[in-house]
């Protein structure tokens, strides 16, 4: 009786140990993924602005084409660049909207 009562309960601590140890690489898993966003976002946002200083101004669907992202991804980056400082927009809504370089 004492010798099954000792074997759960090391099957219970091997069990909680191997789902502590799947945890955190879930977690350390979702941070690389969150990482590896952020880098390229920043990428994207660096091509932008590399654009914005060949061509001098862009719309939305320029962007959108160059980067292969998505409509609200360009206007997500633009508005963290208008924030920066780094372009402004001309015009207030709709396909008249072009960014260009302060």
């Known amino acids: 009786m004492a010798s099954q009562t000792i ?5 219970i ?7 502590t140890r799947k945890g955190r690489e879930a977690a350390v898993g979702i941070c690389a993924a969150a990482i590896g966003q952020d880098a390229k976002k920043r990428e994207n946002k660096e091509k932008t602005e590399a654009l914005l200083k060949e061509r ?5 669907s320029d962007i959108r ?4 992202i998505s409509d609200r991804s360009v206007i997500r ?3 963290e660049l208008e924030k920066e400082g780094k372009v402004e927009q001309v015009g207030s809504t709709g396909r008249g909207v072009v960014y260009r370089l302060k």
């Open 7 to 11: 074997l759960i309960i090391i099957g």
């Open 13 to 19: 601590a091997i069990i909680i140990l191997l789902l």
């Open 56 to 60: 001098g101004s862009l719309s939305n």
């Open 65 to 68: 084409e160059a980067l292969g």
């Open 77 to 79: 980056y633009m508005d």
